[in-house]
């Protein structure tokens, strides 16, 4: 299951008795708080669940998969890493090791195939 922000907001509201309007405004101004700071390379730490950093990825070259032997520059940017709290890691890793691979496999399933059409003109 994938929590999303408005399934956040629906089970904030439920347990506070706020609308789910004023809770909404609280998500999404916190959120707005997070990237604005981030954006400005700040780190944002969050007590009990983890820490935001804004990392700067160095630059290597890729592959092409459809031809290997053309290098691919990438230049470095940066991006955000997460690094878990305590509490976090604690909960985390009383998971049930079967079922989170199960759960990838479902997800993996509704994809479907990864199949690549070819051009019949190429």
Do not use: W
Not at 36 to 58: P, T, W
Not at 108 to 113: E, K, L, V, Y
Request: hydrophobic share 35%; net charge positive; glycine share 4%.
């Amino acid at each position: 299951m994938t929590l999303t922000k408005r399934e956040l907001v629906t089970r904030i509201s439920a347990e506070t008795g706020l609308s789910q309007l004023q809770v909404y405004d609280v998500v999404q101004k916190t959120l707005d708080h997070i990237s604005a700071a981030l954006a400005q390379s700040a780190k944002v730490e969050l007590r009990n669940f983890g820490v935001f950093d804004v990392k700067v990825r160095k630059a290597r070259v890729g592959r092409n998969p459809n031809a290997p032997d053309v290098d691919v520059p990438i230049p470095q940017r940066p991006v955000v890493k997460f690094k878990p709290g305590k509490e976090m890691e604690a909960e985390v890793a009383k998971l049930d090791i079967a079922k989170v691979l199960a759960n990838q496999e479902r997800k993996r399933d509704r994809r479907g195939p990864r199949t690549r059409t070819k051009d019949p003109d190429a």
